[in-house]
């Protein structure tokens, strides 16, 4: 089985819906990160948390909200969502300087 | 700001030829330097890192990578490509000093199409 796990791998939705991205981990790491892929502009770092308690924004937080539900979930939100938000979503865990990637989420908002 | 620039979108090449794929950070202190690679439909995952020492850094599947740090460079090679290399492959940086947090900066991408 996979490390790290995202459900749905694959979701349309329209615009102002709500929707949620999860993410689930099998390694114990307390890191976890999303990201979100865009063709040309590689990957760009959304929020990350070290702990259940401890969540920071990244570089392109607006619009999205996330929550830590135990060391091993962390999800995303899209509490309005807007086409320009249509991009592949990765969450990942890390321990050691190095970072374990999930399958991602391939979203497009109509 | 800590950006990572690679310098090809796209590189071509034929089966068993060498490739090198150029990567540039800028940064006026001590890096932490990673390439990943995505093949089609999944997700990153590690080739290669410099965190310190020498500065050649052999990975997975043949790559290798040198950090030039006087040309900010982390240039990956390998000297004979197969099929199965065909990917996109990304350049990061965690900048030193940003806390231990291991947030990466990627680069934008290159994609790796080896033609039989």
């Known amino acids: 089985d996979a490390d790290v796990t995202q459900t749905p791998r694959n979701r349309i939705t329209k615009t102002g819906k709500r929707i949620m991205l999860e993410c689930s981990q099998t390694?114990?790491?307390?890191?976890m990160y999303w990201y979100r892929q865009d063709p040309g502009l590689g990957l760009r770092l959304i929020y990350y948390s070290f702990d259940v308690k401890d969540i920071n924004k990244g570089e392109i937080s607006d619009g999205y909200s996330v929550s830590r539900q135990a060391q091993a979930k962390f999800s995303l939100s899209l509490e309005s969502a807007i086409p320009n938000q249509t991009a592949l979503y990765f969450c990942?865990?890390?321990?050691?300087?190095?970072?374990?990637f999930g399958p991602g989420t391939r979203l497009t908002v109509l | 700001a800590q950006s990572v620039t690679q310098l090809d979108s796209q590189v071509p090449v034929f089966e068993e030829a060498p490739v090198e794929l150029r990567c540039n950070y800028s940064s006026s202190v001590s890096v932490y330097l990673f390439w990943y690679v995505q093949y089609p439909n999944q997700g990153l995952q590690l080739l290669l890192k410099?965190?310190?020492?020498?500065?050649l850094v052999k990975g997975i599947n043949g790559f290798e990578a040198e950090f030039n740090k006087s040309q900010t460079s982390f240039h990956l090679r390998k000297p004979s490509v197969h099929i199965s290399d065909t990917a996109e492959y990304f350049c990061?940086?965690?900048?030193?000093?940003?806390?231990?947090?291991?947030?990466?900066?990627f680069g934008q991408g290159t994609t790796l199409q080896v033609k039989p």
């Open positions: 990942a865990t890390s321990a050691a300087y190095t970072q374990y």
């Open positions: 990061a940086v965690i900048p030193d000093g940003s806390g231990n947090t291991g947030k990466l900066i």
């Open positions: 410099y965190l310190s020492g020498s500065t």
């Open positions: 390694k114990g790491h307390d890191r």
